[in-house]
Nanobody, 123 residues
């Protein structure tokens, strides 16, 4: 199994940027596909983006295409989420999640989760 810890959240103004990190434990990190999900108050935890084991395949929700970029450095056991051109509606707790095998975009397909990091965007 793998343990995940998110960091990098904070307060940003509309149009600003943040870089979120998801640090993973274990020696087989490259065997896991990783996704980012976010949950705003009163809403469900929704898919944001995901990356395949090798980093060759990327998936984005329509709401973040062109603004968010997911990447990974398997040598550092870390996945990154660069968030640019932030909007107030991006405000949420952001979670990274991992699963062994192919990349999925559905919450229930992931079985390892971090604790989340808060992103707040002011107008």
């Amino acid at each position: 199994q793998v343990q995940l810890v998110e960091s990098g959240g904070g307060l940003a103004q509309a149009g600003g940027s943040l870089r979120l990190s998801c640090a993973a434990s274990g020696r087989t990190f490259s065997m896991y596909a990783v996704g980012w999900f976010r949950q705003a108050p009163g809403k469900e935890r929704d898919f944001v983006t995901a990356i395949s084991r090798s980093g060759s395949s990327l998936y984005y929700a329509d709401s973040v295409k062109g603004r968010f970029t997911i990447s990974r450095d398997n040598a550092k056991n870390t996945v990154y989420l660069q968030v640019n051109s932030l909007k107030p509606e991006d405000t949420a707790v952001y979670y990274c999640a991992a699963r062994s095998g192919v990349t999925r975009t559905t919450r229930d397909d992931y079985n390892y989760w971090g604790q989340g990091t808060q992103v707040t965007v002011s107008s």
